[in-house]
C-alpha cells in the first residue's frame, strides 16, 4: 500500500513547528517535546532538512532551527524526492535517485518482475502512478504543515 515513511512523518511535524513561529529559532530539543519523539530522531530529522536546503540553523545558546521562507512553495512531491523518497505502488514501477533528482519524467519497467510477460494490470498501475505524481506535485508543502 502507498504509505508515508516515518522519516518524513517527522520531517512534516518537525517542519509544522517551525512554521508556526517562523521568525524563532527552535532547538531539537523544543521541536523534540513538541512533537513527542525522541530527541535523537528529531535531530537526525533536522540534520537531513538542514542538508537538502530546506531550514536554517544558527549556533548558539539562542540558536536552533527555522524554516526558509522558499521551502513552504515546493511540492510535496518535491519534497519527498529531497528527502531520498518516492510514491510507489508497485515492484515493477523502477526509477533510480538519479531519475528523481534530474526530474526526468519516464516509467521505467524493472525487468524483475517475474510476471512481466503476462502481466495484465501493468499499463493501468502505470497511469495510476502517473495521477498520484500529479496530485502530489499540485499540492504544497504550505498545504501540509
Same mark, same amino acid.
Given at each position: 500500500m502507498l504509505r508515508i515513511p516515518k522519516k518524513i512523518e517527522y520531517a512534516l511535524m518537525s517542519m509544522q513547528v517551525l512554521s508556526k513561529n517562523a521568525n524563532n529559532y527552535h532547538s531539537a530539543?523544543?521541536?523534540?517535546t513538541s512533537i513527542g519523539i525522541p530527541q535523537h530522531l528529531t535531530a537526525k530529522t533536522l540534520q537531513q532538512l538542514m542538508k537538502n536546503g530546506l531550514?536554517?540553523?544558527?549556533?548558539?545558546t539562542k540558536g536552533g532551527y527555522r524554516i526558509k521562507t522558499e521551502t513552504t512553495s515546493i511540492s510535496f512531491l518535491d519534497f519527498?524526492?529531497?528527502?531520498g523518497e518516492y510514491p510507489k505502488l508497485i515492484q515493477c514501477n523502477h526509477k533510480t535517485q538519479?531519475?528523481?533528482f534530474?526530474?526526468?519524467?519516464? =516509467?521505467?519497467?524493472?525487468?524483475?518482475?517475474?510476471?512481466?510477460?503476462?502481466c495484465g /494490470? #501493468?499499463? &493501468? =498501475?502505470?497511469?495510476?502512478q502517473s495521477k498520484i505524481e500529479k496530485l502530489f506535485n499540485? /499540492? #504544497?508543502? &504550505?498545504e501540509i504543515i
Open positions: 530539543k523544543q521541536i523534540s531550514l536554517e540553523s544558527l549556533e548558539g519527498l524526492k529531497m528527502m538519479i531519475d528523481y534530474a526530474k526526468q519524467d519516464y =516509467m521505467a519497467i524493472s525487468d524483475t518482475c517475474e510476471h512481466t510477460d503476462n /494490470i #501493468k499499463s &493501468s =498501475m502505470i497511469v495510476l499540485e /499540492i #504544497k508543502l &504550505s
